[in-house]
């Protein structure tokens, strides 16, 4: 059974930081591809920054440079460190990975800049 636990979220002011972890179980973090949504207030989850198998990784135009997505194999837990943190990153951060043909995401957390 596939499970994905997000933690880390809170509240922060502009040019803050957070890192929000993403535990997984039930599959290999270094096997496949992990990814970091964000949900903001009244729209639609977006694709923030994903690390893939071989560790290249792949940003969103709007965090390139102040995010970075990284893991711990040993810990089967992968990271979404967010610098110079802005008012519009705010929003619910989802885990996000696929497993036999089906997409698993984990419970949310929270993430709130204010000016």
């Known amino acids: 059974q596939v499970q994905l636990v997000e933690s880390g979220g809170g509240l922060v002011q502009a040019g803050g930081s957070l890192r929000l972890s993403c535990v997984a179980s039930g599959i290999t973090v270094t096997d496949r591809t992990v990814g970091w949504y964000r949900q903001a207030p009244g729209k639609e989850r977006n694709l923030v920054a994903e690390?893939?198998?071989?560790?290249?990784?792949f940003y969103d135009a709007s965090v390139k440079g102040r995010f970075t997505i990284s893991r711990d194999n040993a810990k089967n837990t992968v990271y979404l460190q967010m610098n110079s943190q802005e008012p519009e990153d705010t929003g619910i951060f989802f885990c996000?990975?696929?497993?036999?043909?089906?997409?698993?995401w984990g419970q949310g957390t929270q993430d709130a800049v204010s000016l």
């Open positions: 690390i893939r198998s071989n560790r290249d990784t």
């Open positions: 996000n990975t696929w497993q036999a043909g089906a997409g698993h």
